[in-house]
């Protein structure tokens, strides 16, 4: 179109200057090269750069031929007004600033039960927007503050790919990572940089075919402690416990373990010794529940231990009921490109219902167990704990600087005249 206008403006120029005869042979060529009709490049030739007057929806209207006209762009009206960022704002902040694909799952879920439960005060109209919300408008919606929260200076450590070798220890049955029940295992500890003395750890488990995670803190590197929060850990699974893999490390890779696994014909395996994306599954899991959750403070009292544990009643049903994630389906490389493939997010709670391997009584607990649960009440205990855990690291940090007098700043000498 617009080559086409730009050879009648250079052409109107010419026919204006031409005889009659010339006229007609300037004609000929422009219909040869424009295609248009004959009776309309005349009268383009005739009128080009001239006021005229066109009906346009039913009103005259004077234009100039040749001029472009500006398109009329349809004005659609906001869909998504301030009431609805807000709320989703609010929501963005309760789930830990989850990705618009993840947290469109948690609003189609959760916003009815938030109303109903009087956490979430919005009209019935902007409830049916938030339900109904596409991920790419949330994140256009909340692209504002994922601003003001972007770090700077971040590492650029990237996750390792979701390859599993395993070196077998004690076999009973072979892995099957597409059913629920076989964990990858790992200790966080929370040393706070200080590793001299006892300090509270994590256990950390990971279902590796539904990502349901459990947490429990232990109160050091004993082996008896690793052992019991995993007899822990079993009854609090959905489904049952069949098998292990850990790293290398002493608190996992003794006889306390191996005798426990042996005896509840539980598969036992570990990973190889400095590879870490060996347990993929359980590390980026030590990133995103644990530390996000409690930091690199030091916890190496009883009463730590206790909140921390206290912590992780509320987190693991937060975690495993509310907050979906998506597990890589395939890897393709062609050059230089990696092409990834994820399915649909999930909740860990959704993928252990669609799984056939557990029990249809245990499915039936699960449901009504989410029908009992506030994911913003659990979440506003998880923040109940996390400032009392706050308050006493404070309160350790000033005692140690009273203790040790070489710590504090000695009083400078006045100027002598």
């Known amino acids: 179109m617009r080559q086409r206008r730009a050879v009648t403006r250079v052409t109107a120029r010419d026919y204006r200057k031409a005889s009659r005869k010339e006229k007609g042979r300037i004609l000929s060529t422009l219909v040869k090269q424009t295609k248009l009709n004959r009776a309309y490049a005349g009268w383009l030739l005739r009128t080009w750069g001239k006021k005229v007057w066109f009906m346009i929806d039913g009103k005259p209207v004077r234009l100039v031929v040749g001029a472009p006209r500006k398109r009329r762009v ?6 998504y007004g301030s009431a609805v960022a807000e709320a989703l704002k609010k929501i963005w902040y309760l789930f830990d600033y989850m990705c618009g694909k993840r947290l469109a799952v948690v609003l189609r879920t959760t916003v009815d039960t ?22 790419a408008t949330i994140d256009r919606l909340l692209a504002g503050e994922k601003q003001k929260l972007r770090l700077r200076g971040r590492s650029l450590t990237k996750p390792g790919t979701l390859l599993k ?37 994590t256990l950390d488990a990971t279902d590796v075919a539904t990502g349901w995670t459990e947490m429990r803190a232990v109160r050091n590197k004993a082996r008896r402690w690793a052992v019991e929060a995993l007899r822990l850990i079993r009854t609090r699974l959905p489904f049952p416990m069949r098998g292990i893999d850990s790293d290398n490390g002493g608190e996992f890779i003794n006889d306390h373990l191996f005798n426990f696994c042996r005896d509840e014909k539980i598969t036992f395996t570990r990973s190889r010794p400095y590879r870490k ?7 980026q899991k030590n990133w995103t529940v644990v530390r996000k959750t409690v930091g690199y403070r030091r916890y190496d009292t009883d009463r730590e ?3 921390l544990n206290t912590l992780y009643d509320n987190l693991r049903l937060l975690i495993n009921f509310f907050h979906p994630s998506m597990k890589l389906i395939s890897k393709s490389r062609d050059g230089a490109t990696v092409r990834k493939r994820y399915d649909k997010p999930k909740t860990p709670l959704l993928r252990v219902l669609e799984d056939p391997s557990v029990a249809t009584m245990i499915k039936a607990r699960l449901r009504a167990q989410l029908r009992m649960l506030n994911p913003i009440e659990l979440k506003r205990n998880i923040v109940d704990v996390q400032k009392r855990l706050e308050a006493i690291a404070v309160a350790k940090a000033k005692v140690k600087q009273f203790s040790n007098p070489s710590s504090r700043k000695s009083p400078g000498r006045g100027k002598q005249r």
């Open 74 to 79: 349809p004005h659609r009206p906001r869909l």
């Open 114 to 135: 938030l109303i109903e439960a009087g956490e979430l005060k919005v009209s019935s109209a902007v409830g049916q927007k938030l339900s109904q919300i596409s991920p």
């Open 165 to 201: 070798h395993q070196i077998p220890i004690r076999t009973f049955s072979q892995w099957d990572e597409k059913r629920a029940g076989f964990l990858e295992i790992d200790m966080v500890g929370h040393e706070g940089g200080d590793p001299h003395g006892d300090f509270a750890l």
């Open 277 to 283: 994306n060996d347990t993929c599954f359980v590390e």
């Open 305 to 307: 231990l206790q909140l």
